[in-house]
Antibody, heavy 116, light 111 residues
């Protein structure tokens, strides 16, 4: 069965960077893109960006374009999201989700806390 | 501007049916959307892709109680025979070239 397993919770100081991983299994990794979505405490879902493991194509939400980098390691069937220059309002649960346009499978989420 | 509008809350009784609405802007009335469910303290789960003609494709294991329909710029999620575990936040989501967008979500309370 399709599974997306994310790395564990992180605590970072303002100005630091965080890198979250998403290990995919149960399907051909390069056959489907990976989206990243975040959810601040008590808030709704916010799209961060998308990457194609097949050819490396990327789309980024304009809000994050300058601070986020999405990558994949096809040999490890793993996708990564790096967010730089962290601020307190980046505190959120970050999810990976399989798909290009609509998100068929979701990871369990990774809590990133930004606090001094 | 790609915008999805959802009512913040809805409620219905156990065993009844409820219809949630997601509204696209008129310029995007032909767009497909997806519906996602997020139960309390859990991650989101994909329910279905819903096209402008009302045809829909559900995700793995989604019960027949969940169905979708469309009318103009409105997209609907109908849940019949409501169960306690249907109490959740429901998000619609759409896309265009280079962008994906979520609605603000509807919190469904099962009475």
């Amino acid at each position: 069965q399709v599974q997306l397993v994310q790395s564990g919770a992180e605590v970072k100081k303002p100005g630091a960077s965080v890198k979250v991983s998403c290990k995919a299994s149960g399907y051909a990794f390069t056959s489907s893109g990976i989206n990243w979505v975040r959810q601040a405490p008590g808030q709704g879902l916010e799209w961060v960006g998308w990457i194609s493991p097949y050819n490396g194509d990327r789309d980024y939400a304009q809000k994050f374009q300058d601070r986020v980098t999405l990558t994949t390691d096809t040999s490890a069937t793993t996708a990564y999201m790096e967010l730089r220059s962290l601020r307190s309002d980046d505190t959120a649960v970050y999810y990976c989700a399989r798909g290009r346009q609509d998100f068929h499978y979701w990871g369990q989420g990774t809590l990133v806390t930004v606090s001094s | 501007q790609l915008v999805l509008t959802q009512s913040p809350s809805a409620s219905a009784s156990l065993g009844a049916s409820v219809k949630l609405t997601c509204t696209l802007s008129s310029a995007q009335s032909s767009y497909a959307i997806a519906w996602h469910q997020q139960q309390p303290e859990k991650g989101p789960r994909y329910l279905m892709k819903l096209n402008s003609d009302g045809s829909h494709t559900k995700g793995d294991g989604i019960p027949d109680r969940f169905s979708g329909s469309s009318s103009g710029a409105e997209r609907y999620l109908t849940i019949s025979s409501l169960q306690s575990e249907d109490e959740a936040d429901y998000y619609c989501q759409t896309w265009d070239t280079g962008i994906r967008v979520f609605g603000g979500g509807t919190k469904l309370t099962v009475l």
